[in-house]
């Protein structure tokens, strides 16, 4: 019977390595998890020989480097989740499940980070640890749901706990954009259409007027006005236009910009109800997850504010932090939030934590919430589409009598 010799880590943090005999390396990791133990490596004594490694680690001290970009998605992150977690509950070691996983994303800013993070547990580091190592791919929520399974033992229900959370999570996204794409093709076609409009047909039109000495109603003139400048400076107009793009980021990047569109999107009657119940779907979520694995209230108050976007609410989740941390109740805390969170909220968590199943009643709240969102988003194309519809016939309309105008009043003078 073959001998191997394993490393691996309890509940409490403490290492132990040794050699056992088994068939298999399956064998070894389910006796080890037996015993509370996670197995880090498993490897195969050979005669006259030291302990080979299963696996070679992809040499690749690159990590740092692309971390700082932003290029994993959800959907790597929600199928890296569940892998992970079946093949630690089939007792395959952590660090030979992540060398694997690795080898199947094509993706090399999460190839990367994957590999860093399997090198750093087999040198010793605590799996939470080396996932925090990479904060642009393992964001603080995911990092403290695996803090919470590692120290509580069920690493495989949290994995598929946070594999969840992330398909909700994209999911809810992928609506709103599915609901924002027709007005935004719409605007840039309009857009195009306007500018070739201005820089092609005007012009010709303008000079017909020209050659005709036309008097010319002040309409026009401001059309024609115009299009000689769009003409004449096109560089500078499409030149600028890179410009404004980034100085619109970076006035809301600031906190007066953050305030000035997380109040935009309150107020706006089309958007105020579909923010407050993304907002509200997005925070009942993200808390009722961390809950759930096991994370204390007041981290996870402050998890779930990193989570939410709009300036008001991440307000809301630090007030309710600072109230919860002086001994009050958190439906208590969101009452005087009621402006900007629905009622059925604090009702439903005021239920949850008087019944003390508030991680099952935040689950419902996001579930009703995320099925308001999908209704709303339906609703929205429908209600833009005449909106739209209206908008360009003002401005066809406009340009119409500024053009068709002056040539009713040259044929009246015949």
Same mark, same amino acid.
Request: glycine share 8%.
């Given at each position: 019977? /073959?001998?191997? $010799?394993?490393?691996?880590?309890?509940?409490?943090?403490?290492?132990?390595?040794?050699?056992?005999?088994?068939?298999?390396?399956?064998?070894?990791? +389910?006796?080890? %998890?037996? =015993?509370?133990? #996670?197995?880090?490596?498993?490897?195969?004594?050979?005669?006259? &020989?030291?302990?080979?490694?299963?696996?070679?680690?992809?040499?690749?001290?690159?990590?740092?480097?692309?971390?700082?970009?932003?290029?994993?998605?959800?959907?790597?992150?929600?199928?890296?989740? %569940?892998?992970?977690?079946?093949?630690?509950?089939?007792?395959? /070691?952590?660090? =030979?499940?992540?060398?694997?996983?690795?080898?199947?994303?094509?993706?090399?800013? !999460?190839?990367?980070?994957?590999?860093?993070?399997?090198?750093?547990?087999?040198?010793?580091?605590?799996?939470?640890?080396?996932?925090?190592?990479?904060?642009?791919?393992?964001?603080?929520?995911?990092?403290?749901?695996?803090? $919470?399974?590692?120290?509580?033992?069920?690493?495989?229900?949290?994995?598929?706990?946070?594999?969840?959370?992330?398909?909700?999570?994209?999911?809810?996204?992928? %609506?709103?954009?599915?609901?924002?794409?027709?007005?935004?093709?719409?605007?840039?076609?309009?857009?195009?259409?306007?500018?070739?409009?201005?820089?092609?047909?005007?012009?010709?039109?303008?000079?017909?007027?020209?050659?005709?000495?036309?008097?010319?109603?002040?309409?026009? &003139?401001?059309?024609?006005?115009? $299009?000689?400048?769009?003409?004449?400076?096109?560089?500078?107009?499409?030149?600028?236009?890179?410009?404004?793009?980034?100085?619109?980021? %970076?006035? @809301?990047?600031?906190?007066?910009?953050?305030?000035?569109?997380?109040?935009? !999107?309150?107020?706006? /009657?089309?958007?105020?109800?579909?923010?407050?119940?993304?907002?509200?779907? +997005?925070?009942?979520?993200?808390?009722?997850?961390? #809950?759930?694995?096991?994370?204390?209230?007041?981290?996870?108050?402050?998890?779930?504010?990193?989570?939410?976007?709009? !300036?008001?609410?991440?307000? $809301?989740?630090?007030?309710?932090?600072?109230?919860?941390?002086?001994?009050?109740?958190?439906? *208590?805390?969101?009452?005087? !939030?009621?402006?900007?969170?629905?009622?059925?909220?604090?009702?439903?968590? +005021?239920?949850?934590?008087?019944?003390?199943?508030?991680?099952?009643?935040?689950?419902?709240?996001?579930?009703?919430?995320?099925? *308001?969102?999908?209704?709303?988003?339906?609703?929205?194309?429908?209600?833009?589409? /005449?909106?739209?519809?209206?908008?360009?016939?003002?401005?066809?309309?406009?340009? @119409? #009598?500024?053009?068709?105008?002056?040539?009713?009043?040259?044929?009246?003078?015949?």
């Amino acid at each position: 019977m /073959p001998t191997f $010799s394993y490393v691996a880590k309890n509940t409490g943090g403490e290492t132990e390595s040794g050699t056992f005999q088994a068939a298999s390396k399956i064998e070894v990791a +389910r006796d080890l %998890r037996s =015993r509370g133990f #996670v197995p880090i490596t498993i490897e195969e004594k050979k005669a006259g &020989k030291a302990g080979k490694s299963d696996f070679n680690i992809l040499k690749l001290d690159i990590g740092p480097f692309f971390d700082k970009l932003r290029g994993v998605s959800l959907t790597d992150k929600i199928m890296f989740s %569940r892998h992970l977690a079946v093949m630690i509950a089939a007792g395959v /070691p952590i660090t =030979r499940a992540l060398d694997t996983l690795s080898r199947q994303t094509k993706n090399i800013v !999460f190839k990367t980070a994957i590999l860093q993070v399997e090198k750093d547990i087999r040198g010793g580091t605590r799996m939470a640890d080396a996932f925090a190592k990479h904060p642009k791919t393992f964001d603080t929520l995911y990092v403290s749901m695996i803090r $919470s399974g590692d120290a509580t033992g069920n690493i495989v229900d949290v994995l598929n706990l946070l594999a969840d959370h992330l398909k909700k999570e994209h999911d809810l996204r992928s %609506r709103v954009k599915g609901a924002l794409m027709y007005p935004a093709v719409i605007v840039t076609a309009m857009g195009g259409i306007g500018a070739l409009m201005m820089t092609v047909v005007v012009p010709k039109i303008a000079a017909i007027f020209k050659d005709l000495d036309a008097e010319l109603p002040f309409l026009t &003139k401001i059309v024609i006005g115009i $299009s000689e400048f769009i003409s004449s400076y096109w560089y500078i107009v499409f030149g600028s236009l890179p410009v404004f793009i980034f100085l619109f980021k %970076r006035f @809301a990047g600031t906190e007066l910009g953050k305030k000035f569109f997380s109040r935009l !999107f309150l107020k706006l /009657p089309l958007f105020s109800g579909l923010t407050r119940k993304i907002n509200s779907a +997005r925070f009942a979520r993200t808390l009722s997850s961390l #809950v759930a694995g096991a994370v204390p209230i007041l981290e996870a108050l402050s998890i779930t504010k990193d989570t939410l976007a709009n !300036f008001y609410y991440r307000e $809301s989740l630090s007030k309710m932090h600072e109230s919860v941390k002086g001994g009050k109740p958190l439906f *208590e805390s969101i009452v005087p !939030f009621e402006n900007i969170y629905p009622g059925l909220v604090v009702q439903m968590v +005021r239920v949850g934590e008087e019944t003390g199943a508030l991680g099952d009643v935040l689950k419902r709240i996001a579930e009703f919430y995320e099925e *308001e969102v999908d209704n709303a988003t339906k609703n929205l194309s429908s209600i833009i589409e /005449p909106i739209l519809m209206l908008i360009i016939g003002a401005v066809v309309g406009v340009f @119409a #009598v500024s053009m068709i105008q002056p040539m009713y009043s040259m044929m009246g003078n015949l």
